[in-house]
Structure formats: structure tokens, C-alpha cells
């Protein structure tokens, strides 16, 4: 055995895997337990030798990412460590995402906790920006929340840096309902400013309890876009006739968010119309988000340890371990965020394929077995 | 459903029905009950503030004599302890002189044991009676019992007991076992019982603060009013004095005095402004002191870090020369501006990276590592991969 085998089986005995949480096709996530502290954590299994390219590349992208990012508002990677062909990711052990939270109609949401999640939500969004590294898949169900109440910005399987000046990014990055219209005109040079928008659509689901720009196609999106927050102009948003999909969905008048936010603050309705400007250049920046009058006005930000938490949360704090069957479902209060793991053609998902790579990942385990 | 059809058919003969309409009509409360008989009959299932709502219908007829409301229209029925309705003058007729048999079905009963009707159907009178009957003894709650499973058995058991009575399946050993439950928890009923009262008091409590609050509030309200009226009444008596009195130029004045009155009513919407907020904060503070550990909300603070409390050393020019980036440059309406990619961003981070760390001494002896992680990832992924 030579040191780095030797070094690798030391770091695998720190780690012990108590049951299986969830299942996505790239990677099994069990929770588990530091052996020396009995600190609650989850490592997610990546499959090798599925695949004939080797790695996944959103392992390859998390691993890089995280590993450099360390800050409370951003899942913690502990440590990362090899069995056999697999690639085992160790991080945080988390309890809930903010979807779930969202979702859950016995919850009410008080103006002090939104601006809490959001101040959270751009801090771990800041950190990452003034590393130059855009997250490109925000959402929700990205946002875990810890037991203590902090949020956690994780699922780095689409982060990269920022680019060279001429190099290509791809448009196929995040979640529809989150994705800017820059991207959905398959523009290829993009900044940070993406984020923003993802943060925006979330600030309004927040808000609403349900997602703001439900688009059901990529042509959809756009419509959907559009009707909300009106058609750009050319002196709104300048160069966007030139993008390289750009299509003309028709002319929607601007209807002011007031009307939809009819008990939002004025501060926050200001935050939101610059966090979903058109004009990439033009939409806030993390950090300027941050000192927004939004977040200085009273009320001031709910203490974390007081947010809203859902019914799953509060019972996971007094349940012992064995009492989690094997395979549950990621929203039955399992670490759904780290449970997801994203299908191999992440790029091009759908949203109706959930059914579909739950498929693949079955077939693929039968034939490893 | 037989009610409907009865209800139909009555229409179509054009008699009147009141049932199932919720004007008083229909139901009377006990005390205005027209009667013709001596005896004020009461008991039957109360409502929640205590009162009997009495069944009534225009079809009533008494089963005994066959009078109904057309013959006398002071025609009330009332129920037996074996649920069978008769109307007050055979009560008075067959149980003057005591107790004797049920017309109908022969059991031995007492004046005194005729209940109003609340229901139309008697199989609910009863079990409702029966269920009401059963749940001031059989008044135990989940916290009484160690898990859900000996609750669910308890209350299995009651609906058991229930079931028996209403049908009349064992009667005497179901009644043997509710005398067995009461002996055995005389204790756990009395304490229920009491809380059931502490909860029905506490209850009203609320509801009187909460009455009295808004009463308060009402005449705040009414208060505020009487003073703004007062306050515009007194400026326009000034006005005009001011006008009878001063030799200035009179629209100058009006002007003036009108200035003034916006001035104060904008003075009283901020102060009316002021009190709905302390209001709020007033919630909010009821909402914290209810969990448990009171953890105070402090101010925003933007960063939790001082990463740019340090002043660069170097600063970023307005513009290099960069060949590279010399496309992204001369694109300035097309495809690369519009997407947001600035330039001025690769040139920072190029700089930051070429920079960062360069003040920090080396540390000396032994390395401490900041993370767990160290460049061996690299080489796992690098096997792995292969």
C-alpha cells in the first residue's frame, strides 16, 4: 500500500455511513456521522465507471468549487475521499431546503423572515461572486437550511469561474423558472448577473409561496418573462436584438409589481425590480444588494435560530437515526438538497424528467449489482 | 333524501315549512316555546351557550292522538326516554297520575323525563344525548396516556360503549363497564373536568380583553376624530378673525392658513402612522416571547467579514492593453454587451489572483493546514478518472 492508499484509507475511518437518503443518477447520498465527534454529516457517492468519460463533470465542478469556498451561508465540504472506483464527497449535514419551507402552507412567512433568507441568500452569493465563481443553479430547492436556521447555497454541479474575455459559456445553465432572458437568448458571454436574476425570481417566490415565472417551454419562459415585467426595449436593454436566439414573443405592456405585491414595502419592491432588471449590466450586484435600504428598514431581519421551520425539521432534531428507512424520498425531510444528485445530461433537462432519470438510476444500479 | 321529497310535496300543496331556513321561526328557543301545558319541559341538547333549539315543522303531528297544527296550533311534541315523540296534552293525559306505559312501545316512563326535540331525526337525538352523556365521564385526552396506541384503544373502547347504547346491545354489561371505568378513574375525571373549565374560562377571558380592546380602540378612534374636527374648526375661525382683524391681502391669507392646515394634517397622519407600527412591533414582540428562547433580532449587517475593510494596494486601470479581450472591446453593441460580460471583471480577477496574499509572511516551522482538504483530492479525482 502506498502513502496516498494509506492516507485515504486513514481519511475514509473518520467517516461513518449510516443509511442511504437518496439516490440521483450520478451520485447516492448517505447520512452519516464523523466517527470521533458524532457529528452529523452526509457523503454523496459519486459513480465512477458508469460513465466512459470518467468522472461527471458536476462532481469534478463541486469538488473544485466548494473545496475553495468556505463561508456560513455555503454548504460545507469536509473532506473528499476514494472507495474502490467511487469518488465519495463528504459535507454538512443539512436538514431541509427552502423550497420545502415555501411549500409547506402551515408556515407564515413575516416580512423579517424573508429579508432574513435574503440577506443570507446574497451574503452566500456575494462570497461567491467576489471569488469569481458564478453558482448558475439557483433555486429553492439549492438553498438548504441548517438546523440552527442559516441558509446554505449548495449544489455547486454547474458552477464555474468566470470566464476569459472570448471564451464561451453555455446557455443551458439553470433551472428555467430561474434563468435570465439573457441565457434564454442563447447568449454565451454572461457575468455574474445571472445569479441575480435566480435570486430575484426566489425573493418573489418568497413572497407569493409560489414560483413567479412558471414558464413551461424555454419559448414559454420568455412569454412568461415578458407578460410579467413587459417586453425590453432597445433603450432598456441594448444589443439584446442581436443575440444569437433571440426571437420576438410579441409586445406585453409593463405591469407595475405593485400589483402583485400589493403588501410589499416600497424598499422592497425596489430591491426586486433591480434584482430582475433586463439589462444584465445594469441589475444589482451582490454585495451592493446587501447594503439596499431594504435590509437596514425596520423590520430588522429575523434572528436565524427563529425562522419558520417545517414540521419534518423540528421532529429530525429528536429522532434517532435508525428510525429512517433506506430509501426515502427526497421530500420527506431527508437532506433533499444533497440528496438530489443530477442526472449525467444535467444541461439538458427538462422538468418533466424527473420520472425519467429516477428510471435511469434504478436501471444503472441493477447492472452495477 | 325523504326530507326533501316531504319538503317538495309540501310546496307543491302549498303549506308553509320553515325547517331548514335559519329564521327564528324555525327553530324556537325554549323559553318562547308557545305551550299548553303547566309544566316547562327542559332538558334535550343544548347548544353551545346552553339554550335547547326546539325541532319544529308545520307537518308535526302527534303520533298518540293524531292532532297536529291545524287542529291546535300551540301543537308541541316532545320526546320520551325511549325516543318517541307524543305532544304535551297526551303527556298531561296519560302521566298526571303518575308513571305509566309508553303508547308505543310499552316501557314505564315519568312526566318529568320528556325532553324537547333538537333534531328531526330521533336516532340522532338519541345518540347525540348519548354521546354527550358518555363524554363528561369519558373525558380523557391524548396526554393522559403514555403513547397513541393505548389512545386509540381508549377511544375504540368509548366508541364501543357507545355503539351498545345507542343499539341497545347489552345494555346492563355496558353500563357495568362505564361504572368500572368511573370507579376506576374517578381521579383523571375530575381533573379533566376541572381543566375543561379552566379552558371554557380562560376562554372568555380572551374573549372579554378582546372585546374591551376593541372598545378601547373605537373610542381612541372616535376621539382622534372629535379633535382633527376641532382643530379645523379652530383654524377657520382664526382664518376668519385674521381676515375681519388684519388689513393684509386676504388671498395672501387663505393661502397661508391653508399651508398650515396641510402641514398639521400631515403631522397627524405620521403620528396615526407612528401607532399602527408600534402595533406591529407590538405583535411581533408576542410572537417572539411565545418561543421559547428569546433571541433578539439585531440590524442588518451587510458582510460578516472585513474582506474589504483592507484598502488594494494596487487599483484597477481604467484600460490594458489586452489583446485578447480586444474582441469583447470593439463589441460594443452586439451579442457580448447585452449578455452583461464586462471585461473590466476578467481584468480584476486576473489582478486579485496575480496579488492576493502577496503581504502575508510566510508561517514558519511546522504548516498548519486551514482545510482538511489538501492537493491529494487531486490526485483521487486523477485516478479515479483514469
Known sequence: MDAVEKANAERQRRWVKDQKVGEGTYAVVYRGRELATGRKIAIKKIKVGQFKDGLDMSAVREVKYLRELQHPNIIELLDVFSSKTNLNLVLEFLDTDLEMIIKDRSLVFLPADIKSWMAMTFRGLEFCHRNFILHRDLKPNNLLIASDGQLKIADFGLARDAADPGYKMTCQVITRWYRPPELLFGCRYYSTAVDIWSVGCIFAELMLRIPYLPGESDMDQLKTIFRALGTPTDEEWPGHTKLPDYVSVGQFPRTPLRDLFTAASGDTLNLLSKCIIFEPRKRISARDALYHPYFFALPYPTHPSKLPKTAAQTAAASRPPDEVDGNVDPGGGAPAGVGKAAPPKKLKRKLSGHDLSRNIARKLDFTAS | ?386
Request: charged fraction near 30%.
Open chain 2, 1 to 386: 333524501m325523504s326530507t326533501n321529497r316531504t319538503n317538495a310535496a309540501s310546496w307543491l300543496r302549498g303549506t308553509t315549512i320553515r325547517k331548514g331556513t335559519t329564521t327564528p321561526a324555525t327553530r324556537s328557543h325554549t323559553p318562547q316555546t308557545q305551550t299548553s301545558s303547566s309544566i316547562v319541559f327542559s332538558g334535550g341538547v343544548k347548544d353551545g351557550s346552553g339554550r335547547t333549539s326546539e325541532y319544529f315543522s308545520m307537518d308535526d303531528q302527534c303520533p298518540v292522538c293524531k292532532s297536529d297544527r291545524y287542529l291546535n296550533p300551540k301543537l308541541r311534541l316532545l320526546v320520551s326516554s325511549c325516543y318517541h315523540k307524543m305532544c304535551e296534552s297526551c303527556i298531561d293525559r296519560l302521566y298526571t297520575l303518575g308513571p305509566a306505559p309508553c303508547p308505543v312501545c310499552g316501557k314505564t316512563l315519568k312526566k318529568m323525563t320528556f325532553i324537547p326535540q333538537t333534531f328531526e331525526d330521533l336516532v340522532v337525538e338519541k345518540e347525540v344525548a348519548i354521546r354527550r352523556k358518555l363524554a363528561k365521564e369519558f373525558n380523557k385526552r391524548r396526554e393522559d396516556f403514555p403513547d397513541l396506541r393505548s389512545y386509540d384503544d381508549y377511544l375504540q373502547e368509548v366508541e364501543d360503549i357507545t355503539f351498545n347504547l345507542i343499539n341497545e346491545i347489552d345494555i346492563p354489561e355496558t353500563q357495568a363497564r362505564i361504572a368500572a371505568y368511573r370507579k376506576e378513574n374517578a381521579a383523571f375525571i375530575e381533573l379533566n373536568q376541572q381543566r375543561e373549565e379552566a379552558y371554557v374560562q380562560a376562554l372568555k377571558e380572551q374573549e372579554e380583553a378582546e372585546r374591551r380592546e376593541r372598545q378601547l380602540r373605537a373610542e381612541e378612534i372616535r376621539r382622534a376624530e372629535e379633535e382633527e374636527r376641532d382643530a379645523r374648526e379652530g383654524e377657520r375661525r382664526a382664518l376668519i378673525d385674521n381676515l375681519e382683524n388684519s388689513d393684509a391681502d386676504a388671498a395672501r391669507l387663505v393661502a397661508q392658513a391653508r399651508a398650515e392646515a396641510l402641514k398639521r394634517a400631515a403631522a397627524r397622519t405620521a403620528a396615526a402612522h407612528q401607532a399602527v407600527f408600534a402595533q406591529q412591533q407590538e405583535t411581533m414582540r408576542l410572537r417572539a416571547a411565545q418561543s421559547a428562547v428569546v433571541v433578539p433580532d439585531q440590524p442588518h449587517v451587510p458582510l460578516l467579514d472585513g474582506y474589504y475593510a483592507y484598502e488594494d494596494l494596487c487599483g484597477l486601470r481604467s484600460s490594458y492593453f489586452d489583446p485578447a479581450s480586444d474582441a469583447v472591446r470593439r463589441d460594443k453593441e452586439g451579442i457580448m454587451r447585452a449578455g452583461g460580460y464586462r471585461v473590466e471583471e476578467a481584468w480584476e480577477r486576473a489582478l486579485r489572483y496575480a496579488v492576493a496574499g502577496l503581504d502575508i509572511t510566510p508561517p514558519l516551522g511546522e504548516v498548519s493546514m486551514p482545510l482538511p482538504i489538501t492537493s491529494r483530492v487531486d490526485a483521487d479525482v486523477a485516478m479515479a478518472s483514469v
